[in-house]
């Protein structure tokens, strides 16, 4: 004999108006906001949560995603599964959906960026925050005296020293592995005033690569700029014209931390050449990045 519990049919008639009422109840404000800031979606683990940014079915969705530290985005591509993760459900909820882009935030600090697209089959571009040396770096800002306290050390090493040690053939590297790099940091123009700087970050693995092309003043040592005037363009790869753009608004993003100036100091270490980014404040924005000297000619890959 079956002793499980059944619902008539009249129960089934109730219940079913009942939740039809419920669905139809008008939401107050608090219920809708309560509803934006529930997460759509969390990474194994629940460090990182997935919420919309804006509507959640159109040819472009956008997502912001939360994290405690940005060692929760880098570690174990964390970032990149939800991404892939939050990029297939909305396929199957919005199949008009071309673009999902995602920011992420610790904070109010920007420490990862990713798009996908319909044209590329949903490759993904993204770049993180602490394996990039350039301006894009972002992450947690320091405090006001970090420049000063920088310039003191008696590492210190002014960026005219560090432009004639490259001369015309150098680069400096991050994280080389096998003749490529995260990050590719190049000089031109140089003289005592200053440089036009080039720097590079691979994007995906197809080719994909932020540029950013910026003119810098020295300032006792520092290499100055300001970040409104700094050109970010992205080359390679397959995506399209669209995405090519939207990401390159994102990553621009990550410049309004500095102000109207970010000067980047350079100090010397054991083996390798130490860089660090300041906001017009003299705050650090990021982490202190480490470079290699290598070939104009090396290659680029994308941090792991």
């Given at each position: 004999m079956n002793n499980r519990p059944f619902l008539s049919s009249a129960t089934t008639s109730l219940v079913g108006a009942a939740v039809i009422a419920l669905a139809c109840i008008p939401l107050t404000s608090a219920d809708s906001q309560i509803l934006k800031n529930r997460p759509f979606m969390k990474s194994i683990g629940g460090k990182l949560s997935a919420q919309f940014d804006g509507a959640r079915c159109g040819n472009t969705v956008k997502f912001v995603f939360?994290?405690?530290?940005?060692?929760s985005f880098n570690a174990d591509r964390v970032a990149s599964r939800l991404m892939n993760n939050v990029v297939t459900a909305i396929r199957q909820t919005c199949p008009r959906v071309k673009l999902v882009s995602a920011k992420g935030l610790v904070g109010k600090s920007i420490v990862y960026n990713a798009l996908a697209e319909s044209q590329?089959?949903?490759?993904?571009l993204e770049l993180g925050s602490s394996r990039d040396a350039s301006l894009l770096s972002s992450g947690v800002s320091g405090k006001a005296g970090d420049k000063s306290k920088f310039q003191r050390r008696a590492s210190f090493k002014a960026f005219s020293d560090v432009a004639k040690s490259l001369g015309t053939t150098k680069s400096l590297c991050t994280e080389p592995v096998k003749g490529r790099c995260t990050s590719l940091t190049n000089f031109s123009n140089v003289s005592t005033k200053g440089a036009t700087i080039t720097s590079k970050s691979r994007l995906d693995d197809k080719?994909?690569?932020?540029v950013l092309t910026y003119a810098g003043k020295n300032q006792n040592g520092f290499l100055c700029s300001n970040p409104q005037n700094v050109k970010i363009s992205i080359v390679g790869g397959s995506a399209s014209k669209a995405a090519r753009s939207n990401m390159a608004e994102q990553l621009r993003e990550r410049l309004r931390p500095?102000?109207?100036?970010?000067?980047?100091?350079?100090?010397?270490?054991?083996?390798?050449?130490?860089?660090?980014?300041?906001?017009?404040?003299?705050?650090?924005v990021g982490k202190t990045s480490y470079f290699s000297t290598v070939s104009r000619n090396a290659g680029l890959r994308r941090a792991n």
């Open positions: 939360k994290g405690q530290s940005a060692g590329t089959n949903w490759l993904l080719g994909s690569t932020a500095f102000g109207n100036q970010a000067c980047q100091g350079y100090a010397t270490g054991k083996r390798r050449l130490a860089g660090a980014n300041f906001d017009a404040k003299g705050a650090q």
